[in-house]
């Protein structure tokens, strides 16, 4: 058991096709102190996600008809709490492109099957901290319209919240901690779920998309050529 329980107050989705799993899921995490609902598929999900707000949702990548890309990308495009939901993915296949797809859709993790219990509590738990963090007063940095406090991974456009995924948050943190100098790629991939550095080139795509005013030529977050990429506050 961990203590003290980290889901207190927090209500958590589940969807998951596998009767088996989607119960053990929940039996596992309400004991952690989540409020936890559960879903079959994606049609179940879309209606629960519309009636209540939800602190986290799970979802199983490979299940029937709709799948959990497909889910994901729904919950992206629509608008208000929806949207903001943070997605933790799972699926029974490995593969670094379902790591790559995942997080171009806007997913804040990823977690391969068969896993350790304890290891989905503390990823959960890593993405509520990011999501759900108290101000610090702590450094912020100016981008243009832009605004990022370092302390709390929460980004900032003309003083409206920008909705940044956990590994977005943790890729900004890492530049605005050595701005204005070049840091190598595979450094910057060096903590995410794909080493071979592609999914810090989608990090950074996505991440021009909500700082720079034309993300095609970006003036906030540069390429380093031959060596990776750099931050450069105002």
Partial sequence: MTAPAPGRERHLLVVDDDDRIRALLKEYLARQGFR????????????????????????????????????????????????ATPILMLTARGLAEDRIEGL??????????????????????????????????????????????????????????????????????QLALSAHTPIDRMDLARDTADITGRAVDVQVTRLRRKIEDDPKNPRYLQTVRGVGYMLAPD
């Fill in 36 to 83: 936890v609902t559960a879903a079959q598929n994606a049609a179940s999900a879309r209606n629960l996600l519309e009636t209540f707000d939800f602190d986290l949702a799970v979802f199983d990548i490979m299940m029937p008809g709709e799948d959990g890309f497909s889910l994901a990308r729904w919950v992206r495009a629509r608008s208000g709490p929806v949207a």
């Fill in 104 to 173: 171009k859709l806007g997913a804040d993790d990823y977690l391969a099957k068969p896993f350790e219990p304890q290891e989905l509590l503390l990823r959960i738990a890593a993405i509520l901290r990011r999501t759900q963090a108290r101000p610090t007063g702590q450094e912020r940095l100016k981008l243009g319209d832009c605004v990022f406090d370092c302390d709390r991974g929460e980004l900032f456009r003309n003083e409206a919240p920008v909705r940044l995924t956990e590994a977005e948050a943790q890729l900004l943190r």
